[in-house]
């Protein structure tokens, strides 16, 4: 069964430095999401991309964040000068179409867990 | 504004008895809604949605939920509980014009004690 699939795993950074998480969709999928879980908490959104640029972004990607799709199969997320409050478990997400083409759920990945120190 | 709640941040039940996870959702519109369920560790594991037609939907291990649009509610339900079915469980909205994105609610720990 297709997945969808993140590295690292687990990341440990200092403070101020960049990080790039990867993902890699479910292949013929079109919109893809980041989202992100403090520590157990709520998982809260951060972006959604579709034909290669940001269909929504919420408060929390501010100018530190960036999302790419640098080639046909995979999606990162970058945070450019990391701070202890980015310190969580990050997930992406895709789903093959949009709201009213597609009534399927979001498939997640396992997520990425950045520690920031 | 479009918002999901969970108004318990646990739930505790013994094993064998019937389980509920109460959720509630705000929005004008009709919501496509979901639950998703977490494990110690791992990724959000999708258990069922509801979409459109009848408002029982059956999901994944057992599980259950009941669509009520005069209370707004989208609980989910399972007759049996398992030890295993401890868990984090996580309702979800996808509202119309929110470009496809998930709102999730706070999250319930579910402990199911033998």
């Known amino acids: ?117 | 504004a479009q918002s999901v709640a969970q108004p318990e941040d646990q739930v505790n039940v013994a094993e064998g008895n019937p389980l509920t996870v109460k959720c509630t959702y705000s929005v004008s519109g009709n919501p496509y809604l979901f639950w998703y369920v977490q494990y110690p560790n791992r990724g959000l594991q999708f258990l069922l949605k509801y979409i459109t037609g009848d408002n029982l939907v059956k999901g994944s291990y057992g599980f259950e939920a009941e669509f009520n649009k005069s209370q707004t509610s989208f609980h989910l339900k399972k007759p049996s509980a398992l030890v295993s079915d401890s868990a984090l469980y996580f309702c979800a909205g996808m509202f119309s014009g929110g470009y496809n994105k998930l709102i999730f609610g706070a999250g319930t720990r579910l402990a199911v004690h033998p």
């Open chain 1, 1 to 117: 069964e297709p997945e969808v699939t993140q590295t690292p795993s687990h990341q440990v950074t200092q403070m101020g430095q960049e990080v790039i998480l990867r993902c890699v969709p479910i292949s013929n999928h079109l919109y893809f999401y980041w989202y992100r879980q403090i520590l157990g908490q709520k998982v809260e959104f951060l972006v959604s991309f579709y034909n290669n640029e940001i269909s929504e972004k919420s408060e929390i990607f501010d100018d530190q964040f960036s999302v790419e799709r640098p080639d046909g199969s995979n999606f990162t997320l970058k945070i450019r000068s990391t701070k202890l409050e980015d310190s969580a478990m990050y997930f992406c997400a895709s789903t093959p179409g949009g709201r009213e083409k597609n009534t399927g759920e979001l498939f997640f990945g396992e997520g990425s867990r950045l520690t920031v120190l």
